[in-house]
Nanobody, 111 residues
Framework: QVQLVESGGTSVQPGASLRLSCAAS????????ISWYRQTLGKEREFVAR???????HYARSVNERFTISRDDVKNTVYLEMTSLKPEDTATYFC?????WGRGTQVTVSS
């Protein structure tokens, strides 16, 4: 059974940095495309970043050069390093891989 568990979400001030984690079980993250999405109340879930099995990465334009997705094959975990956070980054962040969604972790950016 595939499970993805997100963690690391919290409340921060604008300009802060934060790292989210997506710990996987039941799959080897290095064998799949693992993606981060985010969603705010009343809006559709939107793509944030992905890392492919061979290591290539892609980002939404809104987070490019501020967010970095990476993978630790030993810990079987995918990370989303977020810098220069803005209030519009406030959302629940979800991890996705092998047709499975995690339950999300809340990030709030507010002064």
């Amino acid at each position: 059974q595939v499970q993805l568990v997100e963690s690391g979400g919290t409340s921060v001030q604008p300009g802060a940095s934060l790292r989210l984690s997506c710990a996987a079980s039941g799959i080897i993250v290095g064998h799949y495309t693992i993606s981060w999405y985010r969603q705010t109340l009343g809006k559709e879930r939107e793509f944030v970043a992905r890392i492919l099995d061979q290591g290539s990465t892609h980002y939404a334009r809104s987070v490019n050069e501020r967010f970095t997705i990476s993978r630790d094959d030993v810990k079987n975990t995918v990370y989303l390093e977020m810098t220069s956070l803005k209030p519009e980054d406030t959302a629940t962040y979800f991890c996705h891989g092998d047709q499975t969604w995690g339950r999300g972790t809340q990030v709030t950016v507010s002064s």
